[in-house]
Structures are given as structure tokens and as C-alpha cells.
């Protein structure tokens, strides 16, 4: 059974900094990984699809790298924003329809 | 605008009671999904529905139905055999089936409390 874990589960930095997030999965047979942004009582916004067959993506400030042989996503946040502060969430796509997501990371960026 | 509608945003549910959030999407896919979401944890996929007239149990299905009469909506009923419906519930859609690698959208949720 596939699980998908994110690690911290929150994080603080100041603003300005860059960061990564970390996203860890136990089964490689994937067809993709996407990265999602959920605001406090939100919907999900989709960040960066990485397919199975690519190493990294990249939008604006954000850069999504995949190593999928170790089971491992990075989300790479540059010079961070107040505006970023949200909960990261990762997911991987098995099977014909089936997204399994992580918890998730909450990130505060502090002005 | 194209995009995922769903309403009501905030439902109240008495014991014992059936109650249904709607899901309407204007970007013509053909797959939509419900999830789950409890406080501090990720979505788990209730329901999935790849075409009109079709669709199938998620990981935690029981207590929950659903109907896909129109490509465009995907009412779930939240039934009262669902002992802990207090949660925050989500709609998605992606193009369809064969299309594995596409981006899923998602409506802003529906917050259903039992009172």
C-alpha cells in the first residue's frame, strides 16, 4: 500500500529565505507526483505536475524535483514571501484515478 | 469562469439525518472525484467517477453515496449510517481515464458539521 509522508509537518522561516520541502513515498511505481497549495479552510491549488519520466519542474519561484527510484519529491521555495505561508500538500497519481496524499507541511513566513 | 462549484459551504447535519453536497464543473471532464479531509490530515478519496453513469468506491466509501447522471455534476450523499461525518469535503476534477498524467482541479470545499 502506498503512503506518502511529509516532513515537518510545519515549519517557520523569515521572509526572504529559500526553502525546501521534503516528500517521501514507499511504493515507485507512480505515474506522477503533483504539489498542491491549500489555504486555512480552502480548496487545493495545483503547484507543479512532475511526470514519472521527468526529474524536476520549475514556476515562477518554485522548483519540484523527483528522484523517484528513492521515493523522494522536493519542493524548493525561493526568496519566500509572506504570501507563501499555506500548507503544502504532496500526492501521487496510481492506478487510472487514484491520487494517495501526505499530510502535508504548514508554512508560516514571518515578515 | 470555468472551474469546480460546490455548495452549500458550511452544512449542518442532525443524527440520523441524509445530506447531499453538490459538485458542479464547467471544464468538461470526464472524471471527478470526492475526498475527505480531517483536521491535520491528508485527503483520503471517497468516491471517483470516470464517465456518465459510472463510478466507483474509494478508500473509505461506506456511508456515502453518490450519482453521475450529468458529466458536469457529482452530488455525494453523506448518509446517516456515516457514524463521523465531520469533516471538510472535497471535489476534484481531471480530463479522464486515459489520461493519467493530467492535473487534477479542485473545488474551494464544503465544511459539514453534525449538531
Known amino acids: 500500500k502506498q503512503e506518502v509522508t511529509q516532513i515537518p509537518a510545519a515549519l517557520s522561516v523569515p521572509e526572504g529565505e529559500n526553502l525546501v520541502l521534503n516528500c517521501s513515498f514507499t511504493d515507485s511505481a507512480i505515474y506522477n507526483l503533483q504539489w498542491f497549495r491549500q489555504d486555512p479552510g480552502k480548496g487545493l491549488t495545483s503547484l507543479l505536475l512532475i511526470q514519472s519520466s521527468q526529474r524536476e519542474q520549475t514556476s515562477g519561484r518554485l522548483n519540484a524535483s523527483l528522484d523517484k527510484s528513492s521515493g523522494r519529491s522536493t519542493l524548493y521555495i525561493a526568496a519566500s514571501q509572506p504570501g507563501d505561508s499555506a500548507t503544502y500538500l504532496c500526492?501521487?497519481?496510481?492506478?487510472?484515478?487514484?491520487?494517495?496524499f501526505g499530510q502535508g507541511t504548514r508554512l508560516t513566513i514571518n515578515p | 469562469d470555468g472551474g469546480i462549484t460546490q455548495s452549500p459551504k458550511y452544512l449542518f447535519r442532525k443524527e440520523g439525518q441524509n445530506v447531499t453536497l453538490s459538485c458542479e464543473q464547467n471544464l468538461n471532464h470526464d472524471a471527478m472525484y470526492w475526498y475527505r479531509q480531517d483536521p491535520g490530515q491528508g485527503l483520503r478519496l471517497i468516491y471517483y467517477s470516470q464517465i456518465v453513469n459510472d463510478f466507483q468506491k474509494g478508500d473509505i466509501a461506506e456511508g456515502y453515496s453518490v450519482s453521475r447522471e450529468k458529466k458536469e455534476s457529482f452530488p455525494l450523499t453523506v448518509t446517516s449510517a456515516q457514524k463521523n461525518p465531520t469533516a471538510f469535503y472535497l471535489c476534484?476534477?481531471?480530463?479522464?481515464?486515459?489520461?493519467?498524467?493530467?492535473?487534477?482541479?479542485f473545488g474551494e470545499g464544503s465544511w459539514l458539521t453534525v449538531v
Open positions: 500526492a501521487v497519481r496510481q492506478g487510472a484515478q487514484k491520487l494517495v
Open positions: 476534484a476534477s481531471s480530463i479522464g481515464q486515459g489520461n493519467s498524467g493530467n492535473t487534477i482541479y
